[in-house]
């Protein structure tokens, strides 16, 4: 096995054991990049926030099918939204796991996690019918091949999708997610690639890198 999990200063690390000199992925959800986006992102308009339909007085209840890292489940949970991560791979998972339990004990954020943030280890296509509440949005964010095989990707997302592999039953997932979610299903793509599954959507929200397809619901059966 080329990864696993240790555990390390009381928190799970996933660590590279073909390259023992690089730095151990952890979840971080009380510093780091990601404090940052919770701190100056609000002020920013994120595009997801807008994506996921966060506007004065609506803050939908999320379901996050496809979480990884779970940095955008956490910084819609800090927007007020209550949002349900769901990771497929138990390595992923116990990370996430793992990341919850610190936050919680967070003097600032840990009412917040406690509140607005859960998690369910499995596979989204089941696992969504399953969720402890009716969500107005499903958020999907498969993974995706390079259009430039000698880009670097960041380590941890490398390690995530080394883990994870590359999706193939997103286009199914969203078939899914769209007979479940009441308001919405959002699907974060590359800015250069196809539609999921060629299913066009009603609107898209670009970024510079990416592009937040948004599916309204109720659509006719597919």
């Given at each position: 096995m080329k990864y696993r999990l240790q555990l390390h200063d009381q928190q799970w690390q996933l660590i590279d054991q073909d390259e023992p000199g690089m730095t151990p992925v952890i979840i971080d959800f009380v510093s780091g990049k990601t404090a940052y986006r919770r701190k100056y992102?609000?002020?920013?308009?994120?595009?997801?926030?807008?994506?996921?339909?966060?506007?004065?007085?609506?803050?939908?209840?999320?379901?996050?099918?496809?979480?990884?890292?779970?940095?955008?489940?956490?910084?819609?949970?800090?927007?007020?939204?209550?949002?349900?991560?769901?990771?497929?791979?138990?390595?992923?998972?116990?990370?996430?796991?793992?990341?919850?339990?610190?936050?919680?004990e967070d003097e600032k954020i840990g009412p917040l996690i406690k509140d607005k943030l859960t998690l369910t280890c499995g596979d989204s296509r089941h696992a969504l019918l399953n969720v402890p509440f009716q969500p107005e949005v499903i958020?999907?964010?498969?993974?995706?091949?390079?259009?430039?095989?000698?880009?670097?990707?960041?380590?941890?997302?490398?390690?995530?999708q080394d883990i994870v592999g590359q999706d193939e039953d997103a286009g199914e997932l969203l078939k899914i997610a769209l007979r479940i979610a009441t308001n919405r299903v959002v699907v974060k793509r590359p800015a250069y690639a196809d539609h999921l599954a060629g299913i066009k959507p009603q609107a898209s929200i670009k970024t510079k890198k990416h592009r937040f397809d948004i599916y309204l619901t109720p659509r006719p059966a597919l």
């Open positions: 992102g609000h002020a920013g308009g994120e595009a997801i926030s807008k994506a996921v339909g966060i506007k004065k007085g609506n803050r939908p209840t999320i379901v996050d099918a496809t979480a990884g890292l779970g940095r955008d489940a956490f910084v819609l949970a800090t927007m007020g939204c209550r949002v349900h991560m769901i990771e497929r791979s138990d390595m992923i998972a116990k990370l996430l796991e793992d990341g919850l339990r610190r936050a919680t958020y999907v964010d498969p993974m995706f091949p390079l259009k430039d095989k000698t880009a670097l990707v960041k380590k941890d997302m490398r390690m995530v």
